[in-house]
């Protein structure tokens, strides 16, 4: 067990891994999340800044839970666009064409790494150096 800051509140705790978040605040965000999710889901089409304005959420903690597909929103206003071609989206990192090009791409990836058929074992004793003396 080793103690780490609380990236959100400072206080040191005991860190087991995941997020450098301590329990008490790991609950508070938990709260936050639920709020943010109700408010979504009351107000479809509001934006991030609407939202954290009437929760009490940090933009930044918003953008957050968007970018790791925990929140959608549903206001195609640009505010998340794809990391690769820009175009707007409303979760995640990437628009859903990028994400299947990107399939498609590991894909023929794992197609080109199949083992290869074993080559055969070179008999090596033949080329042994030898003095000529
Ligand atoms: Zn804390
Ligand atoms: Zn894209």
Same mark, same amino acid.
């Given at each position: ?5 609380? +990236?959100?509140?400072?206080? =040191? =705790? !005991?860190? @087991? ?19 943010? $999710?109700?408010? @979504?889901?009351? !107000?479809?089409?509001? /934006? ?25 929103? /549903? +206001?195609?206003?640009?505010? =998340? ?7 707007? @989206?409303? /979760?995640?990192?990437?628009?859903? $064409?990028?994400? !299947?090009?990107?399939?498609? +791409?590991? !894909?023929?990836? @794992? ?10 074992? %070179? ?7 030898? =003095?000529? %003396?």
């Amino acid at each position: 067990m080793e103690v780490q800051t609380c +990236s959100r509140c400072r206080k =040191f =705790f !005991n860190y @087991i891994g995941g997020e450098r978040i301590c329990p008490a605040c790991k609950e508070e965000v938990e709260k936050e999340f639920q709020k943010v $999710k109700e408010y @979504i889901r009351d !107000n479809r089409g509001a /934006s991030v800044l609407e939202v954290a304005r009437e929760c009490e959420v940090s933009e930044k903690q918003i953008r957050e839970w968007v970018r790791e597909e925990r929140l959608e929103l /549903s +206001s195609r206003d640009g505010e =998340f666009v794809c990391e690769k071609c820009g175009a707007s @989206i409303t /979760s995640g990192r990437f628009c859903d $064409k990028c994400k !299947n090009e990107m399939v498609d +791409s590991l !894909n023929s990836a @794992i197609k080109k790494e199949a083992p290869k058929p074993e080559a055969p074992k %070179k008999l090596r004793d033949g080329n042994k150096m030898r =003095f000529l %003396k």
